[in-house]
C-alpha cells in the first residue's frame, strides 16, 4: 500500500445540509488547507471509491466526473471540490450534489510537466528544459515571452515507475499531432495537457484553441504510455500566470496553480510557490487556464471525433 493526500485549500471544502426536500445548502467553508490521506489499497496510484470510503469512515461517499468528492449520509455532509471551485456559505449546491455517483478513480498524482531533454522555446533560442533556470525568458503564444518564476524537478527511478505505474510518461511520438509536430519525441507527464487547434473544437466547445491532457491522446497511433524508460526526470515550469509554450515546436502549458496540480507537489514546494504566489491561499482566488480545459469525458469525445473524421489535432 501507498499513502497518498489529497489537498483543499481555502474554500474547496463545504459543510453541507439538506433542507425542504431537496434543495443542498452550503453552511461552511474551511478556512485552511485540509489535507486528508488515503492508503492506495492496489497501489495503482489513484484512489477508487472503496479506498476513499476507507478514509473517511464511509457513508455514501461519492464523486462526479472526479471533480467533487462527498462525504457524510442523509441530509449532511462534506462536499470537497477537486477542480478549483470554491463555496461560499448560503450557496445552493443542489446541482452539484445531484451529479454525484457512487464510483470513481481519483488520478492522485496529477503532475504537470515536461521531461528532462525536452527542447523549449526560449528567447534566445531552443533549450533543453534541464538548462532553464529562474529569470530566464520563455517563448509564449502571440510571440510574447515571459520570465521563469520558479522550476520544480522530480527524478524517478525504475523502482518508483514499477511502485506506481502512473508516473510513467506519455511519449507523444514525432508528426503524430499534425504539422509535422513535434518535431522529435516528446514525453509528458500523463495529465500534462497539449494544445488542440481545430474545427471539430471550434463545434464542441466555440473555441478553435483547448488543452487536452496526454493520457487522453493515447488512443492514437504512435502516442502512448511508455512503459520501456529506466527512469524519468520531470521538471514543473512557473510563471506569473498559466501560459502557453512551445516544446518540440509543439504548443503546451506551463504549470497550472489550480488545487490538482498544487496537491501533486510535494510540501516543500507548494510552500515555496505559495510564498511567490501569497493569493493561492486567498477564498476568492481562482487561476484562469491559458485555454479552454473541457472535462475529461468532453475530452474523449474530442480525441474520439478526430479519430473518426481522421482530422490533425494541429490545423
Known amino acids: 500500500m501507498a499513502l497518498l493526500s489529497l489537498t483543499f485549500p481555502p474554500g474547496t471544502l463545504a459543510t453541507v445540509v439538506k433542507s425542504g426536500g431537496s434543495t443542498w445548502t452550503v453552511t461552511s467553508v474551511n478556512t485552511t488547507t485540509v489535507t486528508v490521506s488515503v492508503d492506495d489499497i492496489n497501489n495503482n496510484g489513484t484512489i477508487s471509491n472503496a479506498e476513499w470510503d476507507a478514509a473517511i469512515g464511509g457513508g455514501g461517499n461519492d ?86 518564476r520558479w522550476i520544480g524537478q522530480r527524478r524517478l527511478d525504475r523502482i518508483d515507475l514499477e511502485n506506481n505505474p502512473k508516473l510513467y510518461p506519455v511519449r507523444i511520438s514525432k508528426g503524430t499531432l499534425g504539422n509535422g509536430l513535434p518535431l522529435r519525441d516528446l514525453l509528458v507527464s500523463r495529465q500534462h495537457r497539449m494544445l488542440v487547434q481545430s474545427k471539430i473544437a471550434t463545434r464542441m466547445f466555440g473555441k478553435s484553441e483547448v488543452l487536452v491532457s496526454a493520457i487522453k491522446l493515447t488512443d492514437l497511433p504512435g502516442i502512448f504510455v511508455d512503459e520501456t524508460v529506466e527512469h524519468i526526470e520531470y521538471f514543473h515550469l512557473l510563471f506569473d500566470k498559466h501560459e502557453i509554450i512551445f516544446a518540440e515546436g509543439a504548443s503546451t502549458e506551463s504549470l497550472f496553480t489550480g488545487p490538482e496540480a498544487l496537491k501533486a507537489l510535494n510540501v516543500d514546494a507548494r510552500e515555496e510557490i505559495i510564498g511567490l504566489f501569497p493569493k493561492l491561499t486567498k477564498l476568492s482566488y481562482a487561476p484562469d487556464p491559458a485555454r479552454h480545459i473541457p472535462t475529461g469525458k468532453q475530452q474523449k469525445q474530442l480525441v474520439a471525433r478526430h479519430i473518426k473524421n481522421m482530422t490533425p489535432f494541429l490545423r
Not at 477537486?82 to 446541482?95: D, R
Not at 538548462?131 to 509564449?140: C, H, K, L, P, R
Not at 510571440?143 to 521563469?148: F, G
Open 63 to 148: 464523486t462526479g466526473s472526479i471533480n467533487y468528492l462527498f462525504e457524510g449520509t442523509g441530509s449532511s455532509g462534506q462536499l470537497y471540490a477537486l477542480n478549483g471551485t470554491t463555496f461560499a456559505v448560503g450557496q445552493n449546491v443542489t446541482a452539484i450534489k445531484s451529479t454525484l455517483s457512487n464510483s470513481f478513480e481519483a488520478n492522485a498524482s496529477g503532475v504537470i510537466c515536461l521531461t528532462k531533454g525536452t527542447d523549449v522555446l526560449t528567447g534566445t533560442g531552443w533549450r533543453a528544459i534541464e538548462a532553464i533556470s529562474v529569470g530566464d525568458a520563455v517563448v509564449t503564444a502571440n510571440d510574447h515571452s515571459e520570465v521563469v
